[in-house]
């Protein structure tokens, strides 16, 4: 891989060696990458503003974001595709529970694979974490009606 940075101000220019062209950096806090390839450029932004952390893609003229902050201890998470996880804990507990928009059929192109289409679901997990390091976790998916439990320990 060969590829050539240059930084300009607060900016940095780059050409890798497949010929893309990258723009990036951070403005007031607000960090920005901008590629030109072929098959369609990508910009991506991102920046915690007020407590919410805040990004932003679009791909080839698609655009997809997502919101992220913490509310009385829940970390709460928002998307463009319609997904919402919520996370809560105390003392070794954690309570999560997500739900995850439906899905169209995404065709493949030259950039992008293809993607299959699927029902919106919901998930909702508990986990303990044990004072021998192991932790235990349940989940309840709709996607089949289904409950697994875990066992972890790291070694």
Do not use: C
């Amino acid at each position: 891989t060969v590829s050539l940075d240059v930084p300009i101000g607060d900016a940095t220019i780059g050409i890798k060696d497949g010929g893309d062209v990258v723009i990036s950096g951070t403005f007031a806090g607000v960090t920005i990458t901008h590629t030109l390839q072929d098959g369609g450029d990508k910009t991506v932004g991102s920046a915690s503003i007020a407590g919410m952390d805040v990004s932003l893609t679009n791909d080839g003229g698609s655009t997809s974001w997502s919101i992220g902050t913490t509310v009385s201890g829940v970390a709460l998470t928002l998307d463009s595709e319609n997904d919402v996880t919520a996370a809560f804990g105390l003392a070794g507990n954690t309570l999560t529970v997500s739900h995850f928009g439906s899905r169209a059929v995404v065709v493949s192109t030259t950039t992008h694979y293809s993607t299959e289409s699927a029902a919106a679901y919901t998930t909702a997990a508990v986990s303990r974490d044990l004072t021998s390091g192991a932790t235990l976790t349940a989940t309840y998916s709709t996607v089949d009606d289904s409950l697994t439990l875990k066992a972890a320990v790291a070694f």
